[in-house]
């Protein structure tokens, strides 16, 4: 399907009523007092909420070194391997999703096809930002040793970088929250599990 440009993660502002059909009549506050609410939803919150925790923990480490809080040696310290277990989740979630939940999703109606054809495409698209986070992060750990300006100029690139993922990240969560539970509490989780 061609998404309409405004309907492109970058410029999206929310999901229109027309594609999160069912989210009027299943909206959030709503959602954990469902019958139908189980294990899965509750799951799918779950690694939503850990993938937003996971990215603002990184986003703090960034800033404390940015803003001279923290030497170079505990920045990459700490940094490191939370931006490897970060990368691998949100990989492995996303080809997960991709391969495994949203042809299950599409199956329940034919209205759902918009909105997970829309949700795979945030995922190239994320999946570019990523890469562009990784590259800059990358170029930074190799300013490390180097002088101060270039070290602060890498850390100013892979703060600009990261920013970029985690706000197209926390928008992409919480559209797919509004297109996946709702569907879940309609037409119960074993449809889809
Ligand atoms: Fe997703
Ligand atoms: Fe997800």
């Known amino acids: 399907m ?9 410029d999206r502002t929310g999901l229109p009523a027309e594609i999160a059909y069912l989210r009027a009549t299943w909206p959030a506050p709503t959602w954990r007092a469902h019958d139908n609410f189980g294990e899965l939803a509750a799951f799918w919150l779950r690694v939503h909420a850990h993938l937003r925790e996971q990215g603002e923990a990184l986003q703090r480490i960034v ?3 940015r803003e001279h809080r923290a030497d170079a040696e505990s920045f990459q310290r700490l940094f490191v391997p939370r931006l490897n277990h970060f990368l691998q989740h949100l990989n492995g979630h996303h080809q997960i999703e991709d391969a495994a939940y949203f042809p299950k999703f599409r199956a329940l109606d034919p209205r759902m096809i918009a909105g997970f054809d829309l949700l795979e495409s945030d995922h190239a698209i994320i999946h ?3 890469t562009a986070s990784i590259d800059t992060a990358r170029a930074l750990l190799a300013a490390l040793p180097g002088d101060d300006d270039t ?15 985690h ?4 928008r992409h969560l919480a559209d797919e929250e509004d ?5 879940m509490l309609e037409h119960g989780e074993r449809s889809v599990g």
């Open 128 to 130: 570019d930002a990523l």
């Open 151 to 165: 070290r602060r100029h890498m850390t100013d690139r892979h703060a600009e970088a990261a920013d970029r993922l």
């Open 63 to 65: 800033s404390s070194f």
């Open 179 to 183: 297109l996946v539970i709702p569907a």
């Open 2 to 10: 061609t998404i309409p440009p405004d309907l492109l993660l970058p």
């Open 167 to 170: 706000a197209l990240l926390g």
